[in-house]
């Protein structure tokens, strides 16, 4: 009787564990895909920006910049150049 007792409960004991072991992985793996989703949106982001300051500085218009507080406008080179 008592044998099938503690039986009973070390098997509880073990389902609590894989259950919560589970449960763990499970949140883990989730917020893996959250952070791995974020870098990558950080990613694009810093991509669409460098994009957007080519094509607005190959129209040969100075292009400002804003970094805290300090401002700097971008010009292209090719703008730069004098014509033979």
Same mark, same amino acid.
């Given at each position: ?11 509880? +004991? ?20 959250? +952070? ?49």
């Amino acid at each position: 009787m008592i044998k099938k007792f503690f039986t009973l409960i070390l098997l509880i +004991l073990l389902a609590i564990s894989l259950t919560y072991i589970a449960v763990d992985k499970y949140q883990e793996s989730k917020q893996q895909q959250l +952070l791995t989703a974020y870098q990558q949106g950080i990613q694009l982001g810093y991509e669409q920006a460098i994009i957007q300051l080519v094509q607005q500085a190959s129209t040969c218009q100075p292009v400002p910049i804003y970094i805290q507080n300090q401002s700097i406008s971008l010009v292209a080179v090719a703008c730069l150049k004098q014509p033979d």
